[in-house]
């Protein structure tokens, strides 16, 4: 009750400063919460008191709601909208569950490389967690949205590594040396916002819900793959890694047994044992 009125408060306040001083309107949108964490900081170290404010949560509360508050200080309908929307959004969200997603509960990951049991571990995992009462599910992450879509309107009908239309498999991919086309530079960053947009369409209402989410893969194998096959991955180890899950597990096998496995697959690319090679390291980084 007392974050939902320090919220009404601030956000009323946001909106008579914006229509009151001539400085920027979004302005008040960084102050107010920087003067939050600052207050509460010191409230928590000297006086011992309210040590739930100060958390991700509650200033993600206090944005929306100076947001809404500055919004609502301009005159057209669709800005007034939006700006109750997040003001109301900031009153009444319920800050247990961003904790619970900011902390990712219920989150495990399972990674590794090809060929080492990672769908078959998950769904074993599922079957213990619900024969002892626990609601989860599945979410794999090597499927894509604009990735794929993208590619295939550039690469056409490529099939190389994949099935063949004869049946026949095609040969393994050869080490790929870095890529020099627009293109290919920003391949892995494409990869990396599909995965972050299947993270909140697929495992951040699961988690809302007090459910535990399996992912068979996880945003950092993206780096590990496009690393493997010489693509450029500046800063995408720290962007790969920003999300971190409560349980991560890395499932490991020679990389002669990873080939061996995968080649009796259909549909699914073949990679040389020295790419293997290559994951296995950065994995145990």
Same mark, same amino acid.
């Given at each position: 009750?007392?974050?939902?009125?320090?919220?009404?408060?601030?956000?009323?306040?946001?909106?008579?400063?914006?229509?009151?001083?001539? =400085?920027? $309107?979004?302005?008040?949108?960084?102050?107010?919460? #920087?003067?939050?964490?600052?207050?509460? =900081?010191?409230?928590?170290?000297?006086?011992?008191?309210?040590?739930?404010?100060?958390?991700?949560?509650?200033?993600?509360?206090?944005?929306?709601?100076?947001?809404?508050?500055?919004?609502?200080?301009?005159?057209?309908?669709?800005?007034?909208? *939006?700006?109750?929307l997040f003001v109301l959004f900031g009153i009444l969200a319920n800050d247990e569950?961003?904790?619970?997603?900011y902390r990712n509960r219920g989150l495990i990951v399972l990674s590794g490389i090809?060929?080492?049991?990672?769908?078959?571990?998950?769904?074993? &995992?599922?079957?213990? *967690?619900?024969?002892?009462?626990?609601?989860?599910? #599945?979410?794999?992450?090597?499927?894509?949205?604009?990735?794929?879509?993208?590619?295939? /309107?550039?690469?056409?009908?490529?099939?190389?590594?994949?099935?063949?239309?004869?049946?026949?498999?095609?040969?393994?991919?050869?080490?790929?040396?870095?890529?020099?086309?627009? /293109?290919?530079? &920003?391949?892995?960053?494409?990869?990396? &916002?599909? $995965?972050?947009?299947?993270? *909140?369409?697929? !495992?951040?209402?699961?988690?809302?819900?007090?459910?535990?989410? #399996?992912?068979?893969?996880?945003?950092?194998?993206?780096?590990?793959?496009?690393?493997?096959?010489?693509? $450029?991955?500046?800063?995408?180890?720290?962007?790969?890694?920003?999300?971190?899950?409560?349980?991560?597990?890395?499932?490991?096998?020679?990389?002669?047994?990873?080939?061996?496995?995968?080649?009796?697959?259909?549909?699914?690319?073949?990679?040389?044992?020295?790419?293997?090679?290559?994951?296995? !390291?950065?994995?145990k980084k």
């Open positions: 009750m007392k974050m939902k009125i320090i919220v009404m408060l601030l956000s009323i306040l946001t909106l008579i400063l914006s229509r009151w001083f001539v =400085v920027p $309107n979004f302005f008040w949108i960084f102050v107010f919460p #920087i003067v939050f964490c600052v207050i509460t =900081v010191y409230i928590n170290k000297y006086k011992r008191r309210i040590s739930y404010y100060n958390d991700f949560p509650n200033v993600l509360r206090v944005f929306f709601g100076c947001l809404g508050g500055v919004l609502l200080s301009f005159y057209d309908i669709f800005r007034v909208i *939006l700006g109750l569950a961003m904790r619970r997603v090809d060929g080492t049991g990672k769908s078959t571990h998950a769904e074993n &995992i599922r079957s213990w *967690l619900e024969q002892n009462g626990i609601r989860c599910k #599945i979410v794999p992450f090597h499927r894509y949205v604009f990735l794929d879509k993208l590619s295939r /309107f550039r690469l056409r009908f490529h099939k190389e590594g994949r099935m063949m239309e004869t049946g026949e498999k095609s040969p393994p991919r050869g080490w790929i040396p870095a890529k020099t086309s627009k /293109f290919s530079f &920003i391949r892995p960053y494409i990869a990396l &916002i599909d $995965n972050f947009f299947l993270y *909140l369409i697929r !495992v951040v209402p699961s988690i809302c819900r007090r459910k535990y989410v #399996i992912c068979d893969r996880f945003i950092w194998d993206n780096y590990v793959k496009h690393k493997m096959l010489g693509y $450029n991955t500046r800063y995408l180890f720290e962007l790969s890694t920003v999300i971190k899950p409560k349980i991560g597990m890395i499932f490991d096998v020679p990389s002669e047994v990873a080939v061996e496995r995968v080649s009796g697959r259909e549909f699914h690319y073949q990679y040389t044992k020295e790419q293997y090679d290559v994951e296995r !390291v950065e994995f």
